[in-house]
């Protein structure tokens, strides 16, 4: 089947320091996956962060960045230097571009609090 | 985002009828209905594809969609459960391969009592 990882429920970092988010994906069935990173603030919808669509290039948006590794299936997401206003829910998400519609995949979502 | 507009954000039911409704703006092809229970990820409920219904997950039959027109979406819900105690978020996507993304509304957010 098809179905995404993250391994990291919650996660706390104090603010300024580096974070990572690790997410790998699985699919029998997708020939060319798309990969995402979506997030979620408090009382908000899911928001895009950022996409790639394309094996081994990497996407980035507000100083995150991620990766598709085609080999390892993953796609982790970093940023440097994380502020409190980074404190959200973020989901990876596998997609599936059929013709018209999108038939994606998300992770069970990684809660990130940022300590000031 | 104020492209997609759902209505209303809070509900609080007993066991009664109800309807949510989704409106984008953005001229997108495709509507879908997802819900997000406490602690887990968004789940496909329904997907319009230029009106037409054409995914179906393993929903319970109280849940009825309807797209009256292509930047419409309703969810229509009887007697609800207490399991059903969710946010419901509508979202759209273009027809066009090269945009490839999900664009969500800010939910629907259901508590049963």
């Known amino acids: 089947g098809d179905s995404v990882t993250q391994t990291e429920g919650q996660v706390t970092v104090s603010e300024s320091k580096s974070l990572i988010i690790n997410c790998t994906y699985s699919t029998t069935s997708i020939a060319y996956p798309n990969l995402f990173w979506y997030v979620r603030y408090p009382g908000e919808g899911l928001q895009l962060l950022l996409k790639v669509i394309t094996a081994g290039q990497k996407g980035s948006s507000r100083g995150f960045e991620a990766t598709y590794n085609k080999e390892t299936t993953s796609f982790h997401l970093q940023k440097a230097s994380v502020q409190e206003s980074d404190s959200a829910v973020y989901y990876c998400a596998l997609g599936d571009q059929n013709t018209g519609y999108q038939n994606f995949y998300f992770g069970k979502g990684t809660s990130l609090t940022v300590i000031p | 985002n104020t492209k997609i507009t759902q209505s209303p954000r809070y509900l609080i039911l007993g066991r009664a009828n109800k309807s949510l409704e989704c409106e984008q703006h953005l001229g997108h092809n495709a509507m879908y209905w997802y819900k997000q229970s406490a602690e887990k990820p968004p789940e496909l409920m329904f997907l319009y594809n230029l009106k037409q219904l054409i995914r179906n997950e393993t929903v319970p039959s109280r849940f009825i969609p309807e797209c009256p027109d292509s930047s419409k979406l309703l969810l229509h819900i009887s007697a609800v459960d207490p399991e059903d105690s969710a946010v419901y978020f509508c979202?759209?996507?273009?027809?066009?391969?090269?945009?490839?993304?999900?664009?969500f509304g800010e939910g629907s957010k259901l508590t049963v009592l």
């Open positions: 979202a759209s996507s273009r027809r066009d391969r090269d945009t490839g993304q999900l664009y």
